[in-house]
Structure formats: structure tokens, C-alpha cells
């Protein structure tokens, strides 16, 4: 029998997390500000989620959006946070640092890993802004994280799926590789087929519109390039439960 393929749904809200436990999702990455692309969630974010949710949650640990070079103060930052999500009930690390250069910075990469233990740690997508893919795939190796997510250093998983398939081959048991980063309903099986890829990433969202009938037109909280207040972003559970049955 084929081993079931493992869905991770990306979301930022407790309604995002609901609606992927109730659509067949074996696991949440939980962040704040997915616009961004993902940063740390807040406590009380986290612990909700965890009291409300039954399937595992991997909590994202990343200061501020931009690039993956940080400070000392912002490693400092990161420090506490993954003690936060391990006193909270996250079941999962998800984390990147780079070096000016595009290389993993290994030494506080290492630091941190040792900070989730037990826990699993998730290498995110500052992966795909590395130097030199095979470098960067080596080191997580000797570094021994459990997972990568990533779009084989392309826009989309798709485009770097070559890449991927052959990351999946070289790391075996050693490491999981996930492809994320513009799954959908179309790419899903042939992301999975040709990669044989054990887990796969996607955010499965859609807008909703707001509970607010009341509504000002004038003001705007926030930049006005990503949905407005009137159109929130959240994980739709039809879409959850159709990557489920798209891949058994």
C-alpha cells in the first residue's frame, strides 16, 4: 500500500485552521501576516489554534518579513519565540537564516535546531534564495533538519520541479522535502508523480467577504496592495478537501 501523502495547509487565523482540520489537512503551519509571506504568530494566536485544533501544528518562527540575514537582536527574537511555541503545544519548528552571501547560516541555524529539540524543525523557503541549491541542501543534511519546504528556487514548484525530484531521490530518509509555494488543484499530482514527494504545502485560500456591515470607504488600514478590510484571505475548507481527495 502507497504511504499516505501528508497535506500541510499554511494559514493565519483560527478560522484558516479550522477550516483545513475540517477539510482533511494532516497539519497546519501557523503564521501571522502571510502577505509578508509568513512570520511569527502570536501567543494567543498559537494557543488558540492549539486549543482548537486536533491535527499537528508547526509553528512558524521568523521576526520580520524582507530577506533571511538577521541580527543578533533578531535571533535573540527568535530564541524566545521557539520557547513560546514549545510552551504552547506546537508539534513542529519551521525556520531559515541566510548569510550575506547566500549561504545557510549553519552556526545559528544549528543554535536554534538545538532550541526546538525534541520538536521536528522545517527549513522554510529561504532555501530558494540561496546561492547555490546543492550547498545549501548539503548543509541542512549535516545540520540534520527533518524538512524542507520549497519551490525548487522557482516562482513556482512546478517550474522547479526538476530540481525537487532529484533533492527527494539524494535525501531519502535523511531529510523530508516539501513542495510548496503555487500548489493548486491542477499541479498537485503532477507535483506529487514526478517528485514522489511524502508531503506537500499550499495556503488552499480564497476571500471571503467581511462580517461588517458597516463599512468606511474613505480609510484604509494598512497598504492597499493586498485584500481590504472588506475581503479577508482565509483557507477555504472545500479546497482543503479537494487536495485531500486529489491525493488519497
Known amino acids: 500500500?502507497?504511504?499516505?501523502?501528508?497535506?500541510?495547509?499554511?494559514?493565519?487565523?483560527?478560522?484558516?485552521?479550522?477550516?483545513?482540520?475540517?477539510?482533511?489537512?494532516?497539519r497546519v503551519e501557523l503564521c501571522s501576516a502571510l502577505f509578508e509571506g509568513g512570520l511569527t504568530p502570536g501567543a494567543g494566536l498559537l494557543k488558540t489554534v492549539r486549543d482548537r485544533v486536533k491535527i499537528g501544528l508547526a509553528a512558524m518562527v521568523r521576526p520580520r518579513g524582507g530577506d533571511f540575514c538577521y541580527s543578533a537582536e533578531?535571533?535573540?527574537?527568535?530564541?524566545?519565540?521557539?520557547?513560546?511555541a514549545k510552551d504552547l503545544g506546537a508539534?513542529?519548528?519551521?525556520?531559515?537564516?541566510?548569510?550575506?552571501?547566500?549561504?545557510?547560516?549553519?552556526a545559528r541555524t544549528a543554535k536554534l535546531t538545538a532550541l526546538?529539540?525534541?520538536?521536528?524543525?522545517?527549513?522554510?523557503?529561504?532555501?530558494?534564495?540561496?546561492?547555490?541549491p546543492w550547498e545549501a541542501f548539503n548543509t541542512l543534511i549535516d545540520l540534520g533538519v527533518d524538512r524542507l519546504l520549497t519551490?525548487?528556487?522557482?516562482?513556482?514548484?512546478?517550474?522547479?520541479?526538476?530540481?525537487?525530484?532529484?533533492?527527494v531521490a539524494r535525501a531519502g530518509e535523511h531529510l523530508i522535502v516539501m513542495p510548496g509555494g503555487g500548489v493548486t488543484e491542477r499541479n498537485i499530482q503532477k507535483l506529487l508523480t514526478q517528485t514522489k514527494a511524502r508531503e506537500i504545502h499550499s495556503s488552499a485560500g480564497g476571500l471571503r467577504d467581511s462580517?461588517?456591515?458597516?463599512?468606511?470607504?474613505?480609510?484604509?488600514?494598512?497598504?492597499?496592495?493586498g485584500p481590504p478590510e472588506y475581503a479577508l484571505k482565509v483557507a477555504r475548507e472545500d479546497r482543503v478537501r479537494t487536495f485531500r481527495g486529489l491525493i488519497g
Open 1 to 26: 500500500m502507497a504511504e499516505r501523502v501528508r497535506l500541510e495547509i499554511c494559514v493565519d487565523s483560527v478560522e484558516s485552521a479550522l477550516a483545513a482540520e475540517a477539510g482533511g489537512a494532516d
Open 74 to 84: 533578531e535571533v535573540a527574537a527568535m530564541e524566545y519565540d521557539i520557547g513560546v
Open 91 to 106: 508539534d513542529m519548528i519551521v525556520l531559515g537564516l541566510l548569510n550575506p552571501d547566500g549561504s545557510i547560516d549553519a
Open 116 to 132: 526546538a529539540r525534541p520538536l521536528p524543525v522545517t527549513f522554510h523557503r529561504a532555501f530558494d534564495m540561496t546561492r547555490d
Open 151 to 167: 519551490s525548487g528556487q522557482e516562482v513556482t514548484p512546478v517550474e522547479g520541479i526538476e530540481l525537487i525530484a532529484e533533492m
Open 211 to 225: 462580517r461588517m456591515t458597516f463599512r468606511n470607504p474613505r480609510v484604509f488600514m494598512g497598504g492597499q496592495v
